[in-house]
């Protein structure tokens, strides 16, 4: 069983920046990939970005490249995201989730099995 819980998100305004995090509790070694997951109001589920557990291979959404970037903390079981220059477009629910798959065959957020609650981003002038 693995327990993960976001924290970070705020209510900033545009152009302004966010780190995200997310604390791993659990048997994570059974999983290959980590990802932050968003989801607006009214919007389906996006893969915002992944990172792979074993080499540190990423992947982002065009909508967030070069503006967000994905680390990992082994030692500590941590996954982050920081977020810069951020838009309204930016805003949503940011869940951490963690897939047993590995980051070449994940084909998006259905791909992820264990989840956290999420941590609101909201982005507002």
């Known amino acids: 069983q693995l327990r993960l819980v976001e924290s970070g998100g705020d209510l900033v305004q545009p152009g302004e920046s966010l780190r995200l995090s997310c604390v791993v509790s659990g048997v994570i070694s059974d999983f290959r990939t980590m990802g932050w997951i968003r989801q607006a109001p009214g919007k389906e589920r996006e893969g915002v970005s992944y990172?792979?557990?074993?080499?540190?291979?990423?992947y982002y959404a065009d909508s967030v490249k070069g503006r967000f970037t994905i680390s990992r903390d082994v030692a500590k079981n941590m996954v982050y995201l920081q977020m810069h220059n951020l838009s309204p477009d930016d805003t949503g629910l940011y869940s951490c989730?963690?897939?047993?798959?590995?980051?070449?065959?994940?084909?998006?957020?259905?791909?992820?099995?264990?989840w956290g609650q999420g941590t609101q981003v909201t982005v507002s002038s």
């Open positions: 990172i792979s557990l074993k080499d540190g291979t990423t």
């Open positions: 989730a963690a897939s047993w798959g590995s980051i070449a065959v994940i084909l998006g957020p259905s791909d992820f099995t264990s």
